[in-house]
């Protein structure tokens, strides 16, 4: 009969696997006790940074940023619902600027201001700000944490105010950031002045910003091509969709019939000799376009070219204009011929080339008369 007690070598091996277990388990507990972190970054379809420059100490010089980008990383709170920010804690907040996109709407200023008395674009072409030091009272958030502009690193304190989340008309999801502050340029070895009466300067130490930002979850941004304008045709039927103004049979059966006006429209083989369409019992009795087939069809460059080309301008201006065009064409046209036979008057001069020369620039300038008259009834006409 064999021994039913466990040889020690056996006892130690179960022992080792319960300890590795143990440990796996405990590890994979902490893991779910881990706070979520929902990164949001800037849309800056809508989004705007604001600078205010005191010039003479009676006005002010306002200009803009306008490249530039950044992330807010929210924290969920223990017992938070998942993909919820609402009372989501915000654990960092980061943005960087191009200072080469500073923009007064003066291209010499602007220079100046790019060069080395100001930003030194070329040398510290990055501002940029990092804070993980973010409190919230109320509805009032304070960053604190580091600015670093022209090369210099600063200790900086940021106020902002968040919004509550909203769905815009396409379904994503926004938030917006607002806040206003200011910075003593010369914290940041920006100097450079030239001084005025009663020991004023030309330009102000202190530079007050704002800024409106629109921030949505990474990977869920708002595509740009959808605050095109004009809209489509398609982008209008799809908010009706999406309002629920419309049933789905019905977006479908509004963009069918608009793409098929088109089609039969630019395609001469649809119709017979009296301009009536043949393949319309045809298109009546095919099923309903798929939402791939209508994706592929606003996305291609027949649709596009017909919702956005201008119609053509056919006012008796313009082939008035053409004609001069022309005409001096032809006059340049007839310079070259003169200059051309010029070259070779003594050949000219021995066969009385004088007045075949005259006769070969008379037709053609007649001829270039006729093409241009032509081309012009041709095109008022059709």
Request: charged share 25%; net charge neutral.
């Amino acid at each position: 009969m064999r021994d039913s007690k466990l040889s020690g070598p056996m006892i130690l091996n179960l022992k080792g696997h319960t300890l590795l277990l143990s440990i796996l388990f405990s590890f994979a507990i902490s893991l779910g006790t881990f706070a979520k972190t929902n990164v949001w970054v800037i849309n800056k379809d809508h989004s705007e940074l604001l600078l205010s420059i005191p010039y003479m100490s009676v006005s002010d010089v306002t200009a803009r940023l306008r490249s530039f980008s950044g992330k807010i990383y929210f924290e969920s709170p223990e017992g938070a619902k998942e993909n919820t920010n609402e009372n989501s804690d915000i654990s960092r907040l980061s943005i960087e600027i191009k200072a080469n996109s500073f923009d007064s709407n003066h291209r010499i200023r602007d220079g100046h201001v790019k060069g080395e008395d100001f930003l030194d674009t070329h040398k510290y072409p990055l501002i940029h700000f990092e804070s993980e030091n973010i409190t919230k009272k109320g509805n009032l958030y304070r960053a604190v944490g580091e600015l670093t502009l022209k090369g210099i690193t600063k200790p900086f304190e940021l106020p902002f105010t968040l919004t509550k989340k909203v769905k815009d008309t396409w379904g994503h999801t926004n938030r917006f950031v607002n806040f206003e502050s200011e910075i003593n340029r010369k914290d940041f070895g920006v100097t450079w002045s030239k001084g005025i009466t009663d020991g004023e300067f030309l330009v102000g130490e202190v530079i007050k910003f704002k800024g409106n930002i629109q921030i949505q979850p990474i990977g869920d941004k708002t595509p740009s091509y959808k605050h095109m304008l004009p809209n489509t045709y398609y982008i209008q039927m799809s908010e009706k969709l999406a309002r629920g103004e419309i049933t789905k049979e019905e977006f479908k059966e509004a963009v069918k019939s608009k793409a098929t006006a088109y089609s039969s429209q630019l395609d001469p083989t649809s119709h017979d000799s009296n301009g009536n369409n043949e393949d319309k019992d045809k298109d009546e009795d095919e099923d309903d376009l798929t939402t791939e087939e209508i994706i592929r069809l606003r996305d291609s460059p027949l649709w596009k070219t017909l919702e956005y080309a201008p119609p053509p301008v056919r006012d008796g201006k313009w082939w008035v204009s053409f004609s001069v065009v022309s005409l001096i064409g032809t006059a340049a046209i007839g310079l070259s011929f003169a200059f051309f036979y010029e070259i070779k008057k003594k050949k000219i001069e021995e066969r009385g080339g004088e007045k075949d020369l005259f006769v070969t620039l008379l037709l053609l300038v007649a001829f270039c008369i006729v093409v241009t008259f032509f081309t012009a009834l041709n095109y008022l006409t059709h």
